[in-house]
């Protein structure tokens, strides 16, 4: 079993939707948790970053994370073309490498 | 600082030879991580430093893969004697610690 499990899609929604994103993980020392948006040959590019428990919201955007259920959400409001790309959860304890999931291709239709 | 920059942003070569990648991580960054990344996949950790220091390796890692980060700056990541599944992007990240990390464009990787 792998540490994070991410569905990989592909996911195909209507422009103005909501999305909702989520991996699940198994290391219960995980306490740092970061979503990011990966275009097609580019980086991945850091889209929101929590600390534990909690929620978090940037603009479109909110990250929720539940350790007790071991569970992170990445909630895109008002999805935009723009939006298409690849979405990747990721997470780490202190002192220790950051453990990606293998993302979630998502297509906004116009 | 412009963030995370990597070096060369391509490289072609033929298998069986050597190739070295380097990054500059974003300045003060103390952490610095080594990802590869297939096609359809999420990025792979490969190794990552805390200063100078390589704390960690990982154990799917041929002994044809090394890193080095001297004066806990900029890292270069070599592969010797390249092989067609070695052929990915390679990606460099920097963080403070315990703190978010940032990548670079990556380096695409590509043995003939």
């Known amino acids: 079993q792998k540490e994070v499990e991410q569905d990989p899609g592909p996911l195909s929604v209507p422009e103005g939707a909501i999305v909702s994103l989520n991996c699940t993980y198994s290391?219960?020392?995980?306490?740092?948790f970061m979503w990011y948006r990966q275009y097609s040959r580019k980086g991945p590019e850091l889209l929101m970053y929590?600390?534990?428990?909690g929620n978090k919201e940037d603009g479109r955007f909110t990250a929720q994370v539940d350790k007790s259920s071991k569970y992170i959400s990445l909630f895109i409001r008002d999805s935009q073309p723009s939006d298409s790309a690849t979405y990747l959860c990721a997470m780490s304890s202190s002192a220790s490498k950051i453990i990606f999931g293998s993302g979630t291709r998502l297509s906004i239709r116009p | 600082d412009t963030g995370v920059s990597q070096n060369p942003r391509h490289k072609i070569t033929k298998r069986g030879q050597n190739v070295t990648f380097r990054c500059d991580p974003i300045s003060e960054h103390n952490r610095l991580y080594w990802y590869r990344q297939t096609l359809g996949q999420g990025p792979e950790f490969l190794t990552y430093f805390q200063n100078e220091a390589q704390l960690e390796k990982s154990r799917l890692l041929s002994d044809r893969f090394s890193a080095e980060r001297p004066k806990g700056s900029f890292s270069t990541l070599e592969i010797q004697r390249t092989e067609q599944g070695d052929s990915a992007m390679y990606l460099c990240?920097?963080?403070?610690?315990?703190?978010?990390?940032?990548f670079g464009q990556g380096t695409r990787l590509t043995v003939v």
């Open positions: 929590t600390y534990s428990s």
């Open positions: 990240a920097s963080s403070l610690l315990n703190t978010e990390a940032f």
């Open positions: 290391n219960s020392a995980f306490q740092y």
